[in-house]
């Protein structure tokens, strides 16, 4: 049998998932929800708070799914996961954080400019040389960042080893599509 302070924890702890569901949690905390017609309006702060150890484990893993898809010949998945950590790095520059002195901005906007920018022109132009070019410069650069910022024991390599090995990588779009429409499977 359930005390009332079990029961009224339980009660708490639905309303703060419920919540958090919904979209009301920001940076950990029940965020000022402002009701209109047919919609709810959080207020949001101003700085945006985030982990970066995280953000870099998204690129990491993004990082991974881009190599097999440019591997593989996949420029629609490789443009996809281009385009995801681009979100993922473009958080990380709102937040402005600073390591160890380093402007970290800076740093992945140089990225963008540069070195992912030439994956993605590689991707488009099915140059796998190019593209292996690009992305073992972007790992150098990986690399150097994490040695400025006094973590060079993360180490940023070409994988070895699928990310997910349920993924088709070489997966053809046209002849998919032609078995959707056809009623094929």
């Not at 150890?53 to 281009?82: C, F, I, P, S």
């Not at 937040?95 to 140089?110: I, K, S, Y």
């Not at 993605?120 to 070019?133: N, P, Q, S, Y």
């Not at 349920?166 to 997966?171: E, I, L, P, S």
Request: charged fraction near 20%; include cysteine.
């Amino acid at each position: 049998m359930h005390t009332h302070r079990t029961i009224a924890i339980m009660s708490l702890l639905l309303s703060f998932l419920a919540l958090a569901a919904a979209g009301h949690v920001v940076s950990g905390r029940i965020a000022d929800a402002q009701p209109s017609a047919d919609r709810v309006v959080i207020q949001v702060p101003a700085e945006v708070e985030i982990e970066l150890g995280d953000e870099m484990h998204k690129l990491g893993r993004r990082m991974g799914v881009l190599w097999y898809a440019g591997q593989a010949g996949n420029t629609e998945l490789g443009m996809y996961e281009l385009h995801e950590m681009l979100e993922v790095i473009n958080t990380i520059v709102e937040a402005d954080p600073v390591e160890n002195g380093v402007q970290l901005a800076g740093v992945l906007n140089g990225l963008k400019q540069t070195q992912l920018l030439a994956v993605g022109a590689a991707l488009e132009t099915h140059d796998k040389a190019a593209f292996e070019a690009a992305y073992q410069d972007t790992v150098a650069t990986c690399n150097g960042c994490h040695q400025s910022v006094k973590h060079a024991f993360i180490k940023i390599q070409v994988p070895t080893t699928p990310p997910a090995g349920n993924r088709a990588w070489d997966f053809d779009n046209k002849k998919a599509l032609a078995i959707l429409t056809s009623g094929e499977r």
